[in-house]
């Protein structure tokens, strides 16, 4: 079966600490892409990155950053140095060609960075 | 600006009546799609067009219907069919049919049914 897993429901931590959000897939197709979407409390879902199965390099943009790691079927998302403004509900989702042009989305997981 | 809007952002309706959610993207994009989100809970796929006058069901097509009569819109009707249709929806859009296009999203329209 294709699907996502983050299995962190909510995680709170405090403005400054660094937190690691998961994420795990399954995909029987060796071409796909992972994606990570951030959802404010404003209900807008965001794009924030796409990674190709081909790439296994790690991406950091400004205090966010990304590990894809292949052996392990994962693609975890990192911020460092938490801000209020980062409270959000982060998605990972999974597309293949075979998807018939749909995301596979994983629950979501609910980040409370507290002041 | 290019980007996608929904319209109303809040709705409420009685039960037994059809209520129209507006989407319209301004960023020429082939494909559009619409979820309904529930409290606490992901996204699911309700219908999606990859191009004009075509549509597909998704996961949770029934008691909905759409249109895609011009590229920029893409307007969802929840019908009185739909059992439980109080929830969060959301319209996107991608540049085409291609598995490997980021979706880009509205800012929702929050249903409730008095």
């Known amino acids: 079966a294709q699907k996502v897993t983050q299995a962190q429901t909510e995680i709170s931590v405090v403005e400054k600490e660094d937190v690691t959000l998961d994420c795990v897939y399954e995909?029987?197709?060796?071409?796909?892409?992972l994606f990570w979407y951030k959802q404010p409390p404003s209900g807008e879902l965001v794009f924030l990155i796409r990674?190709?199965?081909?790439d296994e390099q790690n991406e950091i943009s400004g205090r966010y950053s990304w590990n894809f790691q292949k052996s392990t079927s994962s693609f975890n998302f990192t911020i460092t140095a938490s801000q209020v403004v980062d409270s959000a509900v982060y998605f990972c989702?999974?597309?293949?060609?075979?998807?018939?042009?749909?995301?596979?989305w994983g629950a979501g997981t609910k980040l409370i960075i507290k002041p | 600006d290019g980007g996608i809007t929904q319209s109303p952002k809040y709705l409420f309706r009685k039960e037994g009546q059809n209520v129209t959610l507006s989407c319209e993207q301004n960023?020429?994009?082939?494909?559009m799609y619409w979820y309904r989100q529930d409290p606490g809970q992901g996204l699911r796929l309700i219908y999606y067009?990859?191009?004009?006058?075509?549509?597909q069901k998704g996961d949770i097509a029934e008691g909905y219907s759409v249109s895609r009569e011009k590229k920029e819109s893409f307007p969802l009707t929840v019908t009185s069919a739909q059992k439980n249709p109080t929830a969060f929806y959301l319209c996107?859009?991608?540049?085409?049919?291609?598995?490997?296009?980021?979706?880009?999203f509205g800012p929702g329209t929050r249903l409730t049914v008095l």
């Open positions: 960023l020429n994009h082939d494909a």
């Open positions: 989702a999974l597309s293949y060609m075979d998807s018939n042009y749909q995301l596979i």
């Open positions: 067009s990859q191009i004009v006058n075509d549509f």
């Open positions: 996107a859009s991608s540049m085409d049919r291609a598995y490997y296009n980021e979706q880009f």
């Open positions: 995909t029987r197709d060796t071409t796909y892409y």
């Open positions: 990674r190709n199965s081909f």
